[in-house]
């Protein structure tokens, strides 16, 4: 995968990250991500992740089956490797099914109260990729 | 009214259009029917417990109703529904030779109401228009779904499955990514079908009450966080199209029940 830089046309509403392989290797914000609050964020609904994805949630009575489970994510997966995923997971799979969570440009109709904005914050990724980081057995 | 039959014979028997890539082949489409559990199919298949045989009841009562400045009800042109009206909904969206595009069921009466009964249209949704739809749809209860044979629909069906495959929304999903690739598994709790329209309008727990397939295609829409289009938007209507094109052979249920 090449290096690139993001440089989107409304980049004033994203933080610019450096792409190095199939990594951003660098925290959208700076700090690290808090894993409790991470793991709240995938368990919501209006996150969307279990939608799909299925994991180690006991709690959660439904979950997705449209892709693989979360367990046991943080043992094959690098935190470069799944914040690049979560930010645009297209660079893994240009054919997939997954959205772009961190992406605000280039995308048909979509509704007014979502216009312009990326689907999870900086902090948001950080914290999921913290969370998913935690996920080893 | 002979005429539309001779229509709708002449579609008949023009050839089906070839199946294209990544489209479910006739012997294997599944209504949402066979996706549901033996709880909701049971309420489907028994008229007394079916809500939305009101609906069709409510409707049957609007069917010999006089209304508008002519005073006329729609059995005053069209006489007993269950000959006259038998076999039309499995081929809506129609194509309108005067407006030179297809126009869905719902807009087809209001098109009656306002050129034959001079009365105002319905508003979508309400629960007049839902009633005559399902009483009108009801007629073809059993009936194998035809519509997008005319060849003049050709475009239009093109459009819709154009737009069933292209990707929108925050999410950016097409309907193709749900629908086509990923029937028979789960959404979070819910099974993903085929988004085979054989039942509408149709009765959907969720909502507690009749609902037209536009409402089911717009709450699709803001799923994926995309801007639903209006109802009656040509992009909706040809979605509607190539939907029902795509479930040729399927028998009518309406009113289905849906969860």
């Not at chain 1, 990250?17 to 690290?32: A, E, M, R, V």
């Not at chain 2, 070839?18 to 909701?40: C, K, N, Q």
């Not at chain 2, 809500?51 to 006489?79: Q, R």
């Not at chain 2, 459009?159 to 086509?180: I, K, P, S, V």
Request: with cysteine.
């Amino acid at each position: 995968m090449s290096l690139a830089i993001s440089s989107p046309a409304t980049a004033d509403e994203l933080v610019p990250y450096k792409i190095i392989g199939d990594t951003i290797p660098q925290s959208l914000t700076g700090t690290p991500g808090d894993p409790a609050r991470g793991r709240a964020l995938v368990l919501a609904r209006t996150t969307t992740c279990i939608l799909c994805h299925s994991g180690p949630f006991p709690e959660v009575r439904f979950q997705g089956d449209l892709a693989p489970d979360l367990k046991g994510t943080g043992n094959w997966w690098s935190a470069g490797q799944l914040r690049l995923r979560l930010v645009d997971a297209s660079r893994f799979n240009p054919q997939t099914i997954m959205p772009s969570y961190y992406r605000n440009n280039g995308l048909v109709r979509v509704g007014r109260n979502f216009a312009s904005k990326p689907i999870l914050s900086a902090t948001e990724i950080e914290d999921i990729v913290a969370y998913l980081a935690t996920l080893q057995n | 009214m002979s005429f539309w039959r001779a229509i709708a014979v002449g579609a008949l028997v023009a050839a089906a259009p070839a199946l294209l890539a990544g489209e479910i082949p006739s012997d294997a489409r599944r209504s949402g029917y066979a996706f549901m559990g033996p709880d909701t199919r049971a309420m489907q298949d028994d008229d007394t417990a079916n809500p939305g045989m009101l609906f069709v009841l409510d409707g049957e009562a609007l069917w010999t109703k006089k209304t508008g400045s002519a005073e006329k009800a729609c059995a005053d042109c069209h006489g007993d529904a269950r000959s006259s009206m038998k076999g039309v909904a499995a081929r809506y969206p129609a194509f309108d030779k005067a407006l030179a595009r297809p126009f869905t069921l719902d807009q087809r009466i209001n098109l009656c109401r306002a050129n034959h009964q001079r009365a105002a249209p319905l508003p979508y949704e309400s629960r007049d228009l839902l009633a005559l739809s399902a009483f009108v749809a009801h007629q073809s209860r059993g009936v194998a779904i035809t519509a997008g044979d005319d060849p003049e629909l050709k475009p239009f069906v093109a459009q819709g499955r154009d737009l069933f495959m292209q990707r929108e929304g925050q999410l950016n999903l097409a309907c193709t990514n749900c629908h086509d690739d990923n029937f028979d598994k789960r959404l979070a709790g819910a099974p993903i079908t085929q988004a085979q329209p054989t039942g509408y309008p149709l009765y959907r727990l969720e909502w507690q009450t009749l609902g037209s397939l536009e409402r089911r295609l717009r709450s699709c829409m803001s799923g994926v966080r995309a801007q639903a289009y209006d109802y009656g938007a040509p992009e909706l209507v040809a979605l509607e199209l190539y939907l029902m094109s795509r479930a040729r052979g399927l028998p009518m249920e309406t009113p289905a029940v849906r969860p």
